[in-house]
Structures are given as structure tokens and as C-alpha cells.
């Protein structure tokens, strides 16, 4: 899947912004001011807004805000410890997409009681209650290591950072994979 599919799939559904931002219409200087003011506004919480994947997602984000008119809120922490809690713009935001663990269960508890739907990508917190986004990274590399294995190869190596769950789940599935053929 794409990252426009995913996020088509997931967050657009989970944030109802549909067709009623597709609307343009010529308007006076204080309706377009108004107008902004009502508009939908997504939030996303982000480790870092740069970079493969986190910056492909938020290049994919602003995208579709854009697209359906929305606004976009940005918050960067800085780090991948699920330890962000500042309360920055909460009652601003309609709607929250969060790249990895970049924000602290606390906080996605918080903006969740206060109804505002909120969207996982590629992090387990283990709030049931959130909307996610995740591949199925065992079976994945299960099935990349099975067609190696098949034409002929047998000497592997996984290199993969410690420090996100997509990385260790591919790494315990890889390690799963070799043990099974060694």
C-alpha cells in the first residue's frame, strides 16, 4: 500500500473529512475569514517531521489536509520514547494522526477523553480505544525470507534499528525465520 492509501483507509475515515472541505466558492474578505476559522484542523504529533518515513508521512498528511482544505497542525518531539506530554493546542485540533510513539499514552488518553479521535501509525500503545495503522511485519518478512530462501539463498543478516516496534517485530520474525530453516 501507499502512504496516501493508508492514510485514505485510515485517518480520512476516522476523521470524517470527506467531501464537505471539497467546496470552493468565491466569498467575501470576512466569510473566507470565517470560513478559515471553521475549517477542520488535523493535528499530527510526529517524532521528527523530516526523514523516510516520518517525513514521507507528513509530506502524505499535509498533502491530503491541503487537498481537502483542511488545516494542518504539526507538533515535532523530537524523540521516539512515547514520553511527549505537553498539551499544546489540544482545543485546536479537531482530529490527531501520531507518526510512531511520539507522544506519551497519557496524552493520547487525554485528547482521546476529550473526543477528539485520534489515529496510530506504525506504534502499538496498547489503547485499544485508538484508531492504528500497522503492517503485519511477521508476516512480511516471513514471506520476503521465504522467496530468498526458495531461490537459493542462505546467508542473512537483519539490520534494523532497536528502538522502534515495526523494527523488532521484523527482527524477531526474521530470527523466527532462521531458526526455523537453520
Not at 46 to 75: C, E, H, I, K, S
Not at 78 to 98: I, K, N, P, T
Not at 131 to 159: C, E, P, W
Amino acid at each position: 500500500y501507499t502512504l496516501q492509501h493508508l492514510f485514505e483507509q485510515s485517518c480520512i475515515h476516522v476523521f470524517g473529512l470527506r467531501s464537505d472541505f471539497d467546496s470552493c466558492h468565491e466569498s467575501s474578505q470576512t466569510e473566507q475569514e470565517s470560513e478559515r476559522e471553521s475549517l477542520k484542523t488535523l493535528g499530527v504529533i510526529a517524532p521528527f517531521l523530516m526523514g523516510t518515513y516520518p517525513g514521507a508521512l507528513v509530506a502524505a498528511l499535509y498533502a491530503r489536509a491541503r487537498q481537502a482544505g483542511a488545516n494542518l497542525l504539526l507538533l515535532r518531539t523530537g524523540s521516539q520514547d512515547a514520553s511527549y506530554q505537553l498539551e499544546l493546542s489540544l482545543e485546536r485540533v479537531d482530529a490527531w494522526v501520531v507518526i510512531l510513539n511520539a507522544a506519551s499514552p497519557d496524552l493520547l488518553q487525554k485528547i482521546h477523553a476529550s473526543g477528539h479521535p485520534v489515529c496510530v501509525i506504525g506504534h502499538d500503545y496498547g489503547l485499544p480505544e485508538l484508531g492504528q495503522v500497522r503492517t503485519d511485519n511477521a508476516a512480511g518478512i516471513h514471506d520476503a525470507m521465504q522467496h530468498l530462501y526458495t531461490k537459493g539463498h542462505r546467508s542473512f543478516a537483519y539490520i534494523g534499528p532497536s528502538n522502534m516496534d515495526d523494527c523488532l517485530e521484523r527482527q524477531a520474525a526474521f530470527e523466527g525465520f532462521i531458526r526455523e530453516h537453520a
